[in-house]
């Protein structure tokens, strides 16, 4: 039986078995929850974010080093931005028509909700631009400041490649550290289909069918919405620019979304995810190791979806109007919040209390779909790793265009 397979039967059976004991006794799901679901998922979890960092480190720096040009670098860098970017707005846009189409929020009761959410302040966007600048790259390593980690492998690849032979026996040491990072990779994803049981299982069976019940039309307009995205904007970029069939890639893809899916975090799917896209897709390993990383950090479609849909709805149950300008605020708000925001489960909702504040709506409104997001949250972080393979298989594909341009 292939791994996919193996992974996808531990997530129904899961679902299946969380649900059974949500409906039938909250006591009997307590103790399985508590010596099963729980240690299965955290031990899978802990795995892959052992290798989270020096997966980053070891494949941006040589992802860069194997760019070799600092043109090329800048070249692939700017498309790979770009393409984040422009499918970001694209995912807000299709959340918010789809918002005001449906209007999930209109004529409900919930407003009288008493559940309460901390809001965070927005930190200013030059802050967070001087923050990418490592004072400590130890540091930002050992806390897991992936920003930094980025910037600071990127120096160290550009410095290999223009050092060439100099440097050549540190380069030899950092594809070995990657080599042995993707062989833990594929020794650790052998306990997937356990890990994703206890994950799903713990989700399914702690909220239950009354959180779905309460809140279908807001999670209807969210997985449409991320739906849409998949096949509208990711498909035509992929068929388009990419010149693969979209088929071929969710398909060759789905082990990695699984994975995200259970686990519900871009960082902790990223060794995952690389592996999947070099293997299955043909990205060449040094685009890959590039673009993926970079992607999981700053690209957040699924996220931005939520967002969207989120600041709609809580506003139709508040009964406040948003104006144009408002619109304009949460798009650009959400876009320039994703940047630099961890990839880890629930980091979604820390972001709408920005996009909330922004647009003088109650952060306390994020209690209305907090009971259902950990659901919603492994749907769009599927989505999100899958915006960043698609972003490398049309980068891998304009670069070989430019390959025979240079040719």
Not at 9 to 24: D, E
Not at 223 to 241: Q, R, S
Request: charged content about 10%.
């Amino acid at each position: 039986m292939k791994l996919t397979t193996k992974i996808i039967l531990g997530l129904i059976l899961g679902g299946t078995i969380g649900l059974i004991l949500n409906l039938t006794s909250q006591s009997l799901f307590n103790l399985f929850n508590t010596w099963i679901f729980v240690p299965l998922g955290s031990i899978f979890l802990n795995f892959i974010k052992m290798l989270v960092v020096p997966i980053v480190f070891f494949s941006l720096t040589l992802g860069t080093a194997g760019l070799g040009d600092p043109k090329k670098l800048g070249r692939i860098g700017g498309k790979t931005i770009s393409f984040f970017l422009v499918t970001t707005t694209f995912a807000l846009l299709i959340g918010l028509s789809l918002a005001y189409i449906i209007q999930p929020g209109q004529g409900s009761a919930l407003g009288t909700s008493d559940a309460v959410f901390e809001a965070t302040e927005a930190p200013p966007v030059a802050e967070t631009l001087l923050n990418i600048i490592p004072s400590n790259p130890i540091q930002a390593m050992a806390e897991g400041n992936m920003l930094q980690i980025i910037l600071f492998s990127i120096f160290i690849g550009l410095a290999l490649a223009v050092l060439g032979d100099k440097t050549k026996g540190i380069l030899n040491l950092v594809e070995q550290g990657n080599e042995i990072m993707m062989y833990l990779v594929g020794l650790i994803m052998k306990f997937a289909p356990y890990g994703t049981f206890g994950l799903i299982a713990t989700a399914v069976g702690s909220q239950g069918i009354d959180a779905i019940r309460a809140m279908w039309m807001y999670m209807i307009v969210v997985v449409l919405a991320l739906f849409i995205h998949a096949i509208v904007t990711y498909g035509t970029a992929i068929k388009v620019l990419g010149k693969m069939n979209p088929i071929s890639f969710f398909k060759g893809f789905m082990p990695a979304m699984v994975v995200a899916f259970s686990t519900s975090s871009s960082s902790a799917t990223l060794p995952v995810s690389m592996k999947t896209a070099q293997n299955n897709l043909k990205v060449p390993e040094k685009i890959s190791s590039f673009v993926q990383p970079l992607g999981a950090t700053i690209n957040m479609d699924g996220t931005g979806i939520m967002q969207g849909v989120a600041t709609v709805f809580i506003a139709q149950v508040y009964g406040l109007d948003l104006s144009f300008a408002d619109l304009i605020t949460v798009v650009l708000t959400a876009v320039l919040a994703s940047i630099g925001t961890a990839g880890v489960p629930g980091v979604g909702l820390i972001m709408l209390a920005m996009v909330l504040s922004a647009v003088g709506l109650p952060p306390e409104g994020i209690g209305l779909i907090i009971g259902i997001d950990r659901l919603l949250d492994m749907t769009r972080t599927a989505l999100n790793i899958t915006g960043d393979a698609a972003c490398a298989v049309v980068v891998s594909e304009s670069e070989k265009k430019h390959d025979k341009v240079l040719g």
